[in-house]
């Protein structure tokens, strides 16, 4: 199934936005580690949080985490220092192909019992849990922030903790100071001086805790009051006090014309005058959203170099590969290196009835949602993907007007 939309003449309404899936799959691992009991409400209600909520209520040997990539490093860290238990972790034919060798090589030297069951350096793993010495680990700084979280996360329960050193460059730190927030919050005072964190043996300590809304999806919205003609979308719950790295949204986006007002209970979106002729940032510390920042600047005509992207080759698919691939369908022809993008206004013939693949990643599908303003009747092929991450995704788009057909046999947009 594909979706072909058409965009409102307005963009106005109020939009509930899905629990953040970052918070609440930590969330779940400090539950499952907290001896005592551990209240958390509004859980995502994702694939990738509802994959670890299956892990942890049926405890399989063989767990499928399909294309969930922070259930695969946070579980695979976890069931490290389940003693006595013994687990295969398994998942999609992506899955498979996304590197985990360096966590799991990180958790081998603190004594974790894992092996590949098919190709090195790659899921699927066979883990048999034992306690875990701890100690002292050095792990480069420019890796996935959820290999550093998923060693954080078990930390404590090492019997002589953890002090992690990060070498070189630091790349998605805000997703780290996220995972060190949440753990004091339930007892576990880390320190962090410079590159190095130190993280005691303990227990967590359990405490009611509510999931807050997802600054990532927030992003989107972003994009769509930028290309709406005009726009107030109020989104209640989000505060600019987050943990998440992601609030960072509202300063990215005000050079390209949309301003953040708070209300009683959130904050609401509307146009603005601010404008920018050239668009240059680094976004190693929030590289998930990347893919709106760069469809909006196309679209809006703003020429930009995003870095700090080296961890968008091995996410849900090759996003810069992906992006470069898309973008050209709706003419715009983007210049690419291993860990940066960048538009010069360079432009060739757009398709006349562009369809969007969408790689089975759900940022794929709802950066290019928005470009419905410039290009009615552009298509979203396999919209489920969705679900990973922002399953009201389409119902919420319609609840502002926006229109979703879907092509029959025969159409010229299949």
Same mark, same amino acid.
């Given at each position: 199934?594909?979706?072909?939309?058409?965009?409102?003449?307005?963009?106005?309404?109020?939009?509930?936005?899905?629990?953040?899936?970052?918070?609440?799959?930590?969330?779940?691992?400090?539950?499952?580690?907290?001896?005592?009991?551990?209240?958390?409400?509004? #859980?995502?209600?994702?694939?990738?949080?509802? +994959?670890?909520?299956?892990?942890?209520?049926?405890?399989?040997?063989?767990?499928?985490?399909?294309?969930?990539?922070?259930?695969?490093?946070?579980?695979?860290?976890?069931?490290?220092?389940?003693?006595?238990?013994?687990?295969?972790?398994?998942?999609?034919?992506?899955?498979?192909?996304?590197?985990?060798?360096?966590?799991?090589?990180?958790?081998?030297?603190?004594?974790?019992?894992?092996?590949?069951?098919?190709?090195?350096?790659?899921?699927?793993?066979?883990?048999?849990?034992?306690? #875990?010495?701890?100690?002292?680990?050095?792990?480069?700084?420019?890796?996935?922030?959820?290999?550093?979280?998923?060693?954080?996360?078990?930390?404590?329960?090492?019997?002589?903790?953890?002090?992690?050193?990060?070498?070189?460059?630091?790349?998605?730190?805000?997703?780290?100071?996220?995972?060190?927030?949440?753990?004091?919050?339930?007892?576990?005072?880390?320190?962090?001086?410079?590159?190095?964190?130190?993280?005691?043996?303990?227990?967590?300590?359990?405490?009611?805790?509510?999931?807050?809304?997802?600054?990532?999806?927030?992003?989107?919205?972003?994009?769509?009051?930028?290309?709406?003609?005009?726009?107030?979308?109020?989104?209640?719950?989000?505060?600019?006090?987050?943990?998440?790295?992601?609030?960072?949204?509202?300063?990215?986006?005000?050079?390209?014309?949309?301003?953040?007002?708070?209300?009683?209970?959130?904050?609401?979106?509307?146009?603005?005058?601010?404008?920018?002729?050239?668009?240059?940032?680094?976004?190693?510390?929030?590289?998930?959203?990347?893919?709106?920042?760069?469809?909006?600047?196309?679209?809006?005509?703003?020429?930009?170099?995003?870095?700090?992207?080296?961890?968008?080759? &091995?996410?849900?698919?090759?996003?810069?590969?992906?992006?470069?691939?898309?973008?050209?369908?709706?003419?715009?022809?983007?210049?690419?290196?291993?860990?940066?993008?960048?538009?010069?206004?360079?432009? +060739?013939?757009?398709?006349?009835?562009?369809? &969007?693949?969408?790689?089975?990643?759900?940022?794929?599908?709802?950066?290019?949602?928005?470009?419905?303003?410039?290009?009615?009747?552009?298509?979203?092929?396999?919209?489920? +993907?969705?679900?990973?991450?922002?399953?009201?995704?389409?119902?919420?788009?319609?609840?502002?007007?926006?229109?979703?057909?879907?092509?029959?046999?025969?159409?010229?947009?299949?």
């Amino acid at each position: 199934m594909n979706y072909t939309l058409f965009a409102p003449a307005q963009l106005s309404g109020a939009i509930t936005l899905p629990a953040s899936k970052s918070i609440s799959n930590r969330a779940l691992i400090i539950q499952a580690l907290c001896p005592e009991a551990i209240t958390v409400e509004n #859980l995502s209600d994702c694939d990738d949080t509802r +994959v670890m909520q299956q892990a942890f209520a049926h405890d399989n040997s063989t767990i499928d985490i399909h294309g969930a990539g922070t259930a695969m490093r946070f579980l695979t860290a976890y069931y490290a220092q389940k003693q006595g238990c013994r687990h295969t972790i398994t998942g999609s034919a992506r899955m498979q192909q996304r590197p985990i060798k360096i966590l799991v090589d990180a958790l081998r030297s603190l004594g974790a019992d894992i092996r590949y069951t098919d190709r090195e350096g790659f899921p699927p793993l066979d883990i048999c849990g034992r306690s #875990l010495t701890g100690g002292e680990l050095l792990l480069p700084g420019d890796v996935s922030s959820q290999y550093v979280s998923a060693l954080l996360l078990i930390a404590p329960a090492m019997r002589n903790g953890l002090t992690l050193t990060l070498t070189g460059e630091l790349v998605s730190m805000p997703y780290i100071e996220m995972t060190l927030a949440m753990m004091e919050y339930f007892g576990i005072e880390a320190r962090r001086i410079g590159h190095t964190i130190e993280v005691p043996a303990g227990s967590y300590r359990p405490a009611s805790f509510r999931v807050e809304p997802d600054w990532s999806a927030a992003s989107y919205w972003y994009e769509m009051a930028a290309l709406a003609p005009s726009a107030s979308i109020h989104l209640p719950g989000l505060s600019p006090h987050s943990l998440q790295g992601d609030a960072r949204i509202e300063h990215l986006f005000a050079p390209l014309g949309v301003s953040t007002h708070p209300s009683t209970d959130g904050i609401e979106l509307r146009k603005s005058d601010s404008h920018i002729d050239t668009y240059t940032q680094d976004l190693s510390e929030q590289p998930d959203l990347a893919q709106t920042l760069v469809v909006a600047c196309c679209l809006l005509g703003v020429p930009f170099h995003f870095t700090g992207l080296q961890t968008l080759r &091995i996410k849900e698919t090759d996003r810069i590969a992906a992006l470069c691939n898309e973008l050209n369908k709706l003419g715009y022809k983007l210049i690419s290196s291993d860990n940066s993008l960048s538009w010069e206004s360079e432009t +060739v013939e757009p398709e006349a009835h562009p369809v &969007i693949n969408t790689y089975d990643d759900h940022r794929m599908a709802m950066a290019f949602a928005p470009a419905a303003f410039r290009f009615p009747g552009i298509t979203i092929a396999n919209p489920e +993907v969705v679900d990973k991450s922002y399953p009201r995704y389409w119902e919420h788009l319609r609840q502002v007007g926006f229109t979703l057909d879907t092509p029959q046999k025969g159409d010229s947009t299949l």
